[in-house]
């Protein structure tokens, strides 16, 4: 494998021109002097923006904030603010179509199935949540090698016991390939069970000349709340004096990471939390956020194990690794949620609730499915070493459909027009590769986001954002207030209502919705 000449801190005064002038005729000639690179795309469900350390967390994540060291990290990267429209608009580089039946449909190529036709081996683990019958199966769609659960979230312990009665008792959909799995080892836990699998498939992948791209989805630490007790342990305490001092303990550390704008204004806790010094079971709230945060300690441990079977394999400079978020955390709250009931407990099925959901998104607004930053944004980490600068930060702006064009340059491969004799929608996304450069990419123009009536406009600064609950456009600078605390819509009408215009066109092309004036 040849060296990488971007990663080089020894270089002469002449390397350095070179190397200015290939960043400036763009990167594929650097790609094509190697090997194809293995891609691992690594996922986790729920997570807040600020949770694990790199992002000023007080999560203990060391091997996500080795990935940070060596690699890059985005402040300004988008998803879909939920579960299954994010992980459509990923797979497929388009923004969620939800109109007329499933969200992957045959006008639609996966990233498994584009990478197959360049060549690539496929597996993925963990999480699917868009079909669990055939044709949109993982098997179906690209995936040669499935282990996980096909459905949104399961119990940890058992995946196969039935929600309780506040979520219609259902059984959740786990499965291999094309076989269901009705039984588990008593000493079962998802998060360690995807990393087995995920190991597995890049050592099996590893030995073959061809390239690999494995997908890997964790649940964690989406609800129900169910960690392995000896993590639990690592963080009792260390939440007993609440949600709003941790969101004020977050925000200076991300200040002073360089993360965020020491002048943008840290919103009050979220009004859905509550005051902390309310809180009648304070104990009870400490234990909550102590199992979140042992749910992404338990992940951080797998993906260390990850690490390891990459750089077993002798492919670390060639494996461009990535990790983000679904959605922001979770607000959401149920009947279980009662401080009679244990956190943790396989015995109990259980949320953080959304005080701690307003620290976990610190500095942002809202939560999981609405569109304010809270909900939309995740944390990003590649690394890359042969072409990405270790421990590097960028605040352009990118989002989930822009992985499958990125995949696709660094497999130096187009993207379908046809695909099993269906017309193949054309490529919303923008390839990231250029910022993986250290170049200034030419971004999207404008962004846009729906759920549940919940609905949002980017475009360059300016950002328009529609709280399904207060019902009213709001104006926000992103450069000046990316906290979103001064509304300016009343100072400049006309641009929101050309905003307006521009989602209300978005949303009926995709079936978003039928439309806002």
């Given at each position: 494998?040849?060296?990488?000449?971007?990663?080089?801190?020894?270089?002469?005064?002449?390397?350095?021109?070179?190397?200015?002038?290939?960043?400036?005729?763009?990167?594929?000639?650097?790609?094509?002097?190697?090997?194809?690179?293995?891609?691992?795309?690594?996922?986790?469900?729920?997570?807040?923006?600020?949770?694990?350390?790199?992002?000023?967390?007080?999560?203990?994540?060391?091997?996500?904030?080795?990935?940070?060291?060596?690699?890059?990290?985005?402040?300004?990267?988008?998803?879909?603010?939920?579960?299954?429209?994010?992980?459509?608009?990923?797979?497929?580089?388009?923004?969620?179509?939800?109109?007329?039946?499933?969200?992957?449909?045959?006008?639609?190529?996966?990233?498994?199935?584009?990478?197959?036709?360049?060549?690539?081996?496929?597996?993925?683990?963990?999480?699917?949540?868009?079909?669990?019958?055939?044709?949109?199966?993982?098997?179906?769609?690209?995936?040669?090698?499935?282990?996980?659960?096909?459905?949104?979230?399961?119990?940890?312990?058992?995946?196969?016991?039935?929600?309780?009665?506040?979520?219609?008792?259902?059984?959740?959909?786990?499965?291999?390939?094309?076989?269901?799995?009705?039984?588990?080892?008593?000493?079962?836990?998802?998060?360690?069970?995807?990393?087995?699998?995920?190991?597995?498939?890049?050592?099996?992948?590893?030995?073959?000349?061809?390239?690999?791209?494995?997908?890997?989805?964790?649940?964690?630490?989406?609800?129900?709340?169910?960690?392995?007790?000896?993590?639990?342990?690592?963080?009792?305490?260390?939440?007993?004096?609440?949600?709003?001092?941790?969101?004020?303990?977050?925000?200076?550390?991300?200040?002073?990471?360089?993360l965020i704008d020491a002048?943008?204004?840290?919103?009050?806790?979220?009004?859905?939390?509550?005051?902390?010094?309310?809180?009648?079971?304070?104990?009870?709230?400490?234990?909550?956020?102590?199992?979140?945060?042992?749910?992404?300690?338990?992940?951080?441990?797998?993906?260390?194990?990850?690490?390891?079977?990459?750089?077993?394999?002798?492919?670390?400079?060639?494996?461009?690794?990535?990790?983000?978020?679904?959605?922001?955390?979770?607000?959401?709250?149920?009947?279980?949620?009662?401080?009679?009931?244990?956190?943790?407990?396989?015995?109990?099925?259980?949320?953080?609730?959304?005080?701690?959901?307003?620290?976990?998104?610190?500095?942002?607004?809202?939560?999981?499915?609405?569109?304010?930053?809270?909900?939309?944004?995740?944390?990003?980490?590649?690394?890359?070493?042969?072409?990405?600068?270790?421990?590097?930060?960028?605040?352009?702006?990118?989002?989930?459909?822009?992985?499958?064009?990125?995949?696709?340059?660094?497999?130096?491969?187009?993207?379908?027009?046809?695909?099993?004799?269906?017309?193949?929608?054309?490529?919303?996304?923008?390839?990231?590769?250029?910022?993986?450069?250290?170049?200034?990419?030419?971004?999207?123009?404008?962004?846009?986001?729906?759920?549940?009536g919940n609905r949002a406009?980017?475009?360059?600064?300016?950002?328009?954002?529609?709280?399904?609950?207060?019902?009213?456009?709001?104006?926000?600078?992103?450069?000046?207030?990316?906290?979103?605390?001064?509304?300016?819509a009343l100072q400049y009408?006309?641009?929101?209502?050309?905003?307006?215009?521009?989602?209300?066109?978005?949303?009926?092309?995709?079936?978003?919705?039928?439309?806002?004036?």
């Open positions: 494998m040849l060296s990488n000449p971007i990663s080089n801190r020894s270089l002469s005064s002449g390397w350095n021109f070179l190397i200015v002038l290939l960043l400036t005729l763009g990167i594929n000639g650097i790609i094509h002097a190697k090997a194809k690179p293995n891609i691992v795309l690594i996922m986790c469900d729920d997570m807040g923006w600020s949770d694990i350390g790199c992002y000023g967390g007080e999560v203990r994540t060391p091997h996500l904030d080795r990935l940070a060291s060596e690699g890059l990290r985005f402040t300004q990267f988008y998803n879909s603010a939920k579960c299954t429209t994010t992980r459509a608009a990923l797979l497929t580089g388009l923004y969620p179509r939800q109109k007329k039946g499933p969200l992957l449909k045959e006008s639609m190529v996966t990233l498994g199935e584009a990478l197959q036709l360049a060549g690539y081996q496929t597996a993925m683990s963990g999480k699917w949540h868009l079909g669990s019958t055939k044709p949109r199966r993982p098997v179906d769609r690209g995936f040669q090698e499935y282990y996980g659960l096909m459905d949104g979230g399961c119990h940890y312990f058992n995946p196969v016991k039935p929600d309780p009665d506040f979520k219609k008792n259902r059984i959740r959909v786990f499965g291999q390939n094309e076989t269901i799995i009705t039984e588990f080892p008593k000493d079962f836990y998802t998060t360690d069970a995807f990393t087995d699998h995920a190991v597995i498939n890049i050592q099996r992948m590893a030995k073959s000349d061809a390239p690999y791209f494995m997908h890997v989805c964790y649940t964690a630490p989406h609800y129900p709340l169910h960690a392995p007790e000896e993590d639990v342990q690592k963080y009792l305490g260390k939440y007993k004096e609440g949600w709003e001092k941790l969101r004020g303990v977050r925000h200076k550390k991300l200040v002073r990471l360089g002048g943008w204004k840290l919103p009050s806790t979220d009004p859905e939390a509550g005051n902390w010094e309310d809180q009648k079971d304070k104990g009870w709230q400490d234990r909550r956020m102590a199992v979140y945060a042992a749910m992404i300690d338990r992940m951080d441990q797998g993906i260390g194990r990850i690490l390891d079977a990459i750089e077993e394999s002798g492919e670390t400079d060639n494996t461009m690794i990535l990790f983000l978020s679904d959605n922001g955390g979770c607000g959401e709250t149920y009947s279980q949620d009662r401080s009679e009931n244990v956190p943790g407990s396989s015995e109990h099925y259980m949320t953080c609730g959304p005080g701690w959901a307003s620290a976990q998104n610190t500095p942002f607004r809202r939560f999981k499915s609405w569109m304010h930053e809270g909900g939309i944004s995740t944390p990003l980490i590649v690394r890359w070493p042969d072409v990405i600068q270790p421990n590097t930060v960028t605040h352009q702006v990118g989002h989930i459909i822009d992985f499958m064009p990125t995949f696709l340059e660094a497999a130096q491969t187009d993207y379908p027009n046809v695909f099993k004799g269906n017309s193949i929608i054309p490529l919303e996304g923008k390839s990231l590769i250029p910022i993986f450069i250290g170049q200034q990419r030419e971004g999207h123009k404008i962004l846009w986001w729906e759920f549940i406009v980017r475009e360059g600064n300016w950002k328009l954002v529609w709280d399904r609950k207060i019902q009213n456009w709001e104006l926000y600078h992103m450069r000046h207030d990316r906290t979103e605390m001064v509304d300016l009408p006309d641009k929101v209502r050309k905003m307006a215009s521009s989602w209300n066109s978005w949303a009926i092309n995709t079936g978003a919705l039928s439309g806002q004036k």
